[in-house]
């Protein structure tokens, strides 16, 4: 905080990113930031890559902002279009500072009155043109840049050359990182004991597949056939959800605030949930085909659960065909729940590939 606040208080525009895990705390540290700019007569933008993400972003910070007397914005895509009419007018009059939102933030349509601060959420998942584009909504505005994907400090050199550095590299006092196993396809029947066993008592479970519908050349599970399968056959007493990157927005966002109702035991998703969203409830994470992800993904996913009291747990599920490689990278994820650890892992099992 106080290295971002002696950048915002110099003559010179800020330009950081600020890396920490998944759970460490960046929005709280973002919205001190941005707290800092409205106190000084600016307006100050975060930009998130998702509508859940935006939502659950906007609550959590208006809740804090909005006791300092910050009016807060919400601008996302489903806006109907007189809502969004009147927050774009409210935004241009500069009648509201703190505004959260999706790539609607960078629309023609969208015009600041004074915007001195721009926060880009999940940086990964925008292009440079898109980050650049929100720059230019205001007068030259301090930039922070947000990541949970661990950087290894090589690359980091590399990628972001023109950066200064902050890292947040412990989490939160009183937060229990998840346990992590690998598990062989034959033990599926124990998986699935232990999945009902968290269930039953009143937690949620996640359970990610690599694919939506199955493919003919790849044996993998999908995550359709799989939810119908589980629902009939294995977990008939327990409610299944589907989340995947095939459904509509609002499907999607349906059946994540059912599951935030507890309304929904088990989701089954694909990987469209491994950014930043918050189940308190979630105790266990199941990643079927584990050896098909990258340490840094197993990574993100894995920090979906755990952000409650419950112990939580991660379960790698690895089918009989993986090579002796994979095996070894998911003994990683047994040994160590540190970010940079398993990104610096990752590099070297991989290969930095082609830097240019």
Do not use: W
Request: glycine content about 8%.
């Amino acid at each position: 905080i106080n290295e971002i606040h002696g950048d915002m208080a110099s003559t010179l525009p800020m330009n950081r990113l600020l890396q920490g895990d998944v759970g460490s705390g960046k929005t709280v540290v973002a919205t001190s930031a941005m707290v800092v700019a409205c106190a000084n007569g600016y307006q100050a933008a975060i930009m998130v890559p998702t509508e859940i993400l935006a939502e659950q972003h906007f609550r959590n910070i208006s809740n804090l902002a909005q006791k300092l007397g910050i009016k807060c914005e919400l601008l996302t895509g489903n806006l109907k279009t007189a809502g969004k009419k009147e927050a774009l007018e409210r935004i241009e009059k500069g009648q509201t500072q703190l505004i959260v939102g999706t790539h609607a933030l960078i629309q023609e349509k969208a015009v600041f009155s004074k915007l001195g601060l721009v926060v880009v959420d999940e940086q990964h998942r925008f292009g440079v043109v898109q980050r650049a584009t929100l720059r230019k909504k205001g007068q030259i505005p301090d930039v922070l840049i947000m990541t949970a994907t661990p950087i290894p400090r090589t690359l980091a050199m590399t990628a972001y050359g023109d950066l200064d550095v902050s890292v947040i590299d412990d989490l939160p006092p009183g937060k229990i990182a998840p346990k992590t196993k690998v598990y062989p396809e034959s033990q599926r029947a124990r998986v699935y004991e232990i999945i009902h066993r968290e269930a039953v008592k009143g937690n949620q479970v996640f359970i990610v597949y690599p694919l939506v519908e199955i493919s003919e050349s790849l044996d993998l599970k999908d995550a359709v056939r799989m939810a119908e399968h589980l629902q009939k056959d294995v977990f008939p007493d327990l409610k299944i959800g589907l989340v995947h990157g095939r459904m509509k927005g609002k499907e999607k966002e349906q059946v994540m605030n059912e599951f935030l109702g507890m309304k929904i035991n088990i989701l089954v998703a694909t990987t469209v949930i491994e950014v930043g969203i918050d189940i308190p409830a979630a105790s266990l994470m199941v990643i079927e085909h584990a050896e098909r992800f990258g340490l840094s993904q197993l990574h993100q996913l894995r920090g979906r659960v755990g952000r409650g009291e419950a112990p939580s747990y991660c379960i790698l599920l690895v089918q009989k065909t993986a090579s002796e490689d994979s095996r070894k990278r998911l003994r990683i994820m047994e040994q160590t729940n540190a970010g940079f650890r398993i990104a610096e892992e990752d590099l070297a099992i991989r290969g930095p590939g082609d830097f240019l």
